[in-house]
């Protein structure tokens, strides 16, 4: 439940500041395959998580 909410609002973020999986994996120096699966909460990663808090604004803590 927690993983599918985190995905959700990281793709309305995305949708929202109009940024592309291919310009998030540009930007992270990452394939996007590799931001699929980060944004599914497959795989972690440092960087991703301090993009999406700083450039997309989201936090744990928002969630409920």
């Given at each position: 439940?927690?993983?599918?909410?985190?995905e959700?609002?990281i793709r309305?973020?995305?949708?929202?500041?109009?940024i592309s999986?291919?310009?998030?994996?540009?930007?992270?120096?990452?394939s996007?395959?590799?931001?699929?699966?980060l944004?599914?909460?497959?795989?972690y990663?440092?960087?991703?998580?301090?993009?999406?808090?700083?450039?997309?604004?989201?936090?744990?803590?928002?969630?409920?």
């Amino acid at each position: 439940m927690f993983l599918k909410k985190r995905e959700n609002n990281i793709r309305a973020a995305m949708h929202y500041k109009r940024i592309s999986q291919k310009k998030m994996a540009q930007k992270l120096n990452i394939s996007e395959s590799y931001v699929t699966r980060l944004i599914n909460g497959e795989r972690y990663n440092r960087e991703f998580e301090i993009f999406i808090r700083f450039e997309l604004g989201i936090s744990y803590t928002n969630f409920k």
